[in-house]
């Protein structure tokens, strides 16, 4: 079956360092990517997506690859700062209207 | 645009009760799906509906269910409440098209007792 693992420990860094965040999927081959942050108490926000054609994508301080012979991704944010203190969420997903399987996630706290 | 509003925001209820929650997804998102969140199984997902259907369905028991209407608002239904139901429930809405993201509402938080 489809399993999504995620660095189940909390992530702690110091603020203006990069943060990386490790998606790993196996027995299946999702034809894109999506990422979610989500804080205490509220519903996850979707942050970006990813196709399995592309090997990287940016959108401001956040950066996105995507290998698909190493089944990862990876999730990346630059000058961290203490707003960012949240869960990252990796969801992988079949092409086609399959339903959206999410990772258990990885808590980042950044520290000032 | 309004969110996705989910109610209610809280709910206490006892074992062997059922309970029904409400979602109403963004204006023109035709497609909602509802999932699980616990502290130790994290999103599970529950069911989708597109346009009055149930496009695809998780593995949970058959005393979760739910419904769509024609407005694309949707509830799901759970009987026979078991102190392990206690979570929040999160309910998503999204546009047409297979890479189009999920919107999630803030949940309902339902404490089983």
């Known amino acids: 079956s489809q399993k999504i693992e995620q660095n189940s420990e909390a992530l702690n860094i110091q603020e203006g360092k990069t943060a990386t965040l490790t998606c790993n999927y196996t027995n299946y081959s999702p034809a894109y990517l999506q990422w979610y942050r989500q804080d205490p108490g509220r519903g996850p926000v979707f942050l970006l997506l990813i196709r399995e054609n592309e090997k990287e994508k940016r959108k401001e301080r956040l950066k996105v690859t995507f290998d698909t012979t190493l089944k990862q991704s990876l999730f990346h944010i630059t000058a961290s700062q203490p707003a960012d203190s949240a869960t990252y969420l990796c969801?992988?997903?079949?092409?086609?209207?399959?339903?959206?399987?999410f990772g258990a996630g990885t808590r980042l706290a950044v520290h000032p | 645009k309004a969110g996705v509003t989910q109610t209610p925001r809280y709910l206490i209820k006892t074992r062997g009760q059922q309970v029904t929650l409400s979602c109403s997804p963004i204006?023109?998102?035709?497609?909602v799906s509802w999932y699980q969140q616990t502290p130790g199984q994290g999103l599970q997902f529950l069911f989708e509906?597109?346009?009055?259907?149930?496009?695809n369905k998780g593995n949970f028991p058959g005393r979760f269910s739910g419904r769509q209407f024609s407005n694309s608002r949707s509830e799901m239904n759970v009987s026979t409440l078991e102190l392990g139901d206690s979570a929040l429930y999160l309910c998503a809405s999204r546009v047409q098209g297979e890479e189009s993201p999920l919107h999630f509402g803030n949940g309902t938080r339902l404490t089983v007792t």
């Open positions: 204006s023109g998102h035709r497609s």
């Open positions: 509906y597109f346009s009055e259907t149930q496009r």
């Open positions: 969801a992988p997903i079949l092409g086609g209207y399959n339903k959206l399987i």
